[in-house]
């Protein structure tokens, strides 16, 4: 299975930007899809994640103002970010997990990672 993400950028305080990650593979073994993130000198947080039943979870930083979608017929998900902040600037990699986690903020929890895309959010 490979992850691509991709529709990051840089973008004004108060803008939007919509993020990708096209799953190719063995797409019949993934069922959840999950967004994290990582700014400078920080960790890895979770950002967004959908399970096989359709459930959503959101960092309660984003609730509100970000979007997680899944299109099972293009093996896509998508991440709609509205109202950003400098405070979202970070590399957001989307994941795989073969079954729900369990932990849905866990890295260990994913089997699969995509290579990152860059957002900026300039004040």
């Known amino acids: 299975v490979q992850l691509q993400a991709s529709g990051g950028g840089l973008v004004q305080a108060g803008g939007s930007l919509r993020l990708s990650c096209s799953v190719s593979?063995?797409?019949?073994?993934?069922?959840?899809m999950s967004w994290h993130r990582q700014a400078p000198g920080k960790q890895r947080e979770g950002v967004s994640s959908?399970?096989?039943?359709?459930?959503?979870y959101y960092a309660d930083v984003v609730r509100g103002r970000f979007a997680i979608s899944r299109d099972s017929a293009e093996n896509t998900v998508y991440l709609h970010m509205n109202g950003l902040k400098p405070e979202d600037t970070a590399v957001y990699y989307c994941a795989a997990a073969r079954q729900d986690p369990r932990l849905v903020w866990a890295t260990y929890e994913y089997d699969y990672w995509g290579q990152g895309t860059l957002v900026t959010v300039s004040s």
């Open positions: 959908v399970y096989r039943n359709w459930r959503t």
């Open positions: 593979g063995i797409t019949f073994s993934v069922q959840a």
